[in-house]
Structure formats: structure tokens, C-alpha cells
């Protein structure tokens, strides 16, 4: 499994816009091959911030990803609202235990 994290700032003024486009990209992306899980959730403390979280089977699917139509749609939509302090990080664990 791949797991993608991270954060990325958004202007006041486009809050509501990016959470719109965020819904869009979770429902579309979740059709995606070898998608887990892809989340966006907002900062109770900073409404401005938010942080995206990625699970994905392997590298191939996360590199399709990169490259599918979902994923330009959302890049293009995304654009002009001025994101910013954007910080991803891509993390390969090489065990997983499930706790629950």
C-alpha cells in the first residue's frame, strides 16, 4: 500500500470553491483502479487549511492516478483559486497492523 498525505492552503474567498471541488475529486476519484481511500477534510482551527489523505494498492495505480482525466479535471478546477503552502508527502510502510 501507498499512502499520500499532506496539506495545502486556500484564500479565504475560495474556501467554499475548493470544498465544492474536493467533494468532486473524492467521488471521482473513488472509482479510480487500485484507490483505497481519498479524502480531503478541513481545519476546524484554520478554515483556510486543508489536508488531503491517500491510500492506494501499489505505485502504478497512485502513477495512474497522476495521469487520469479525474485528476487534470481537478488540477484545472483547482487552479485559479490561488492554493498555496501546498506540502504532500507519498509514504511506503513496509507493515501494516490493523489496531481496531
Not at 500500500?1 to 499532506?6: D, K, L, N, P
Not at 467521488?27 to 480531503?40: D, M, N, P, V
Request: net charge negative; glycine share 4%; charged share 30%.
Amino acid at each position: 500500500m501507498i499512502i499520500v498525505t499532506g496539506t495545502m492552503e486556500v484564500p479565504a474567498e475560495h474556501v467554499e470553491k475548493a470544498r465544492e471541488n474536493f467533494r468532486l475529486a473524492e467521488a471521482a476519484t473513488a472509482s479510480e483502479r487500485g484507490c483505497i481511500t481519498y479524502k480531503f477534510f478541513q481545519s476546524v482551527e484554520t478554515p483556510t487549511l486543508f489536508r488531503v489523505y491517500e491510500e492506494w494498492e501499489d505505485k502504478d495505480a497512485l502513477k495512474e492516478h497522476g495521469a487520469h482525466p479525474n485528476m487534470a479535471a481537478h488540477r484545472e478546477r483547482m487552479a485559479p483559486l490561488g492554493v498555496s503552502n501546498r506540502q504532500i508527502k507519498m509514504i511506503e510502510p513496509d507493515r501494516i497492523r490493523d489496531l481496531g
